[in-house]
């Protein structure tokens, strides 16, 4: 069964600090994986794409590693701001043609706090 | 642009009553879809469409109904609210299969 499981579930962080998320997938064939960032009330937006020959990605503070033969990925954010506050989604893209199937994980919230 | 476009931004229904959830997108994507966003269970597909003309189900499509009659705009009915549709809808569109998924803002439905 496709899956995607995030964790920790939530995170408490202290402003400047830097934390990673983890995310573990069972899906195939894989095609690619994202990483979102969803604020309180708002719909969720994409970070960064991994494919499967792409080990590392950053997008600012953010760098998205992916271990293709382990099935695993990482969300490391650097210097935590309050603005990171946030739950953030691992969503993984299956090879199926057309369909465009996403198996979406139930996400990690963090706060930062000052 | 606009991006992704979704009215209203919250309702209330009560239960049977039916209403229509819109989105429109400016992007001229082929792909749109609908999730549903509840505490502890992430986002979940309702229905889809890749292309005008074309619908498909999701992982949670009983209750709900859409159509696709232009490659803008992908409108989703409730037909009949029951509680359990008290959810936050998201509608999402993107260029292909494997290309971003841009996302609205959401409508926070209430059904008592």
């Keep these: 069964k496709n899956q995607v499981e995030q964790s920790p579930q939530s995170l408490i962080i202290l402003e400047g600090k830097n934390c990673t998320l983890q995310c573990n997938y069972t899906v195939s064939p894989f095609s690619n994986l994202r990483w ?3 604020d309180t009330g708002r719909g969720p937006v994409s970070l960064t794409i991994m494919t499967f020959s792409e080990n590392t990605k950053s997008n600012g503070r953010y760098t998205a590693t992916l271990d293709a033969d382990t099935k695993q990925s990482s969300l490391h954010i650097t210097a935590s701001q309050l603005s990171d506050s946030a739950s953030y989604i691992c969503v993984v893209s299956v090879f199926s043609g057309n369909t465009g199937k ?3 994980g139930q996400g990690t919230t963090l706060q930062v706090k000052p | 642009n606009a991006g992704v476009t979704q009215t209203p931004k919250f309702q209330v229904l009560k239960t049977g009553q039916s209403m229509t959830l819109q989105c429109a997108q400016d992007m001229n994507h082929e ?8 505490p502890g269970m992430g986002l979940r597909l309702i229905h889809y469409s890749v292309g005008a003309g074309i ?4 992982e949670v499509p009983n209750g709900y109904n859409v159509s696709r009659s232009t490659t803008e705009d992908f409108p989703l009915r409730l037909l009949s609210a029951a509680p359990s549709q008290t959810s936050v809808y998201f509608c999402a569109s993107r260029r292909g299969a494997d290309n971003e998924q841009f996302f609205g803002p959401g409508t926070r439905l209430t059904v008592l």
């Design chain 1, 36 to 38: 979102y960032k969803q």
């Design chain 1, 102 to 104: 996403l198996i979406f």
């Design chain 2, 55 to 58: 619908t498909d189900q999701g």
């Design chain 2, 31 to 38: 792909y749109m879809s609908w999730y549903r966003q509840d």
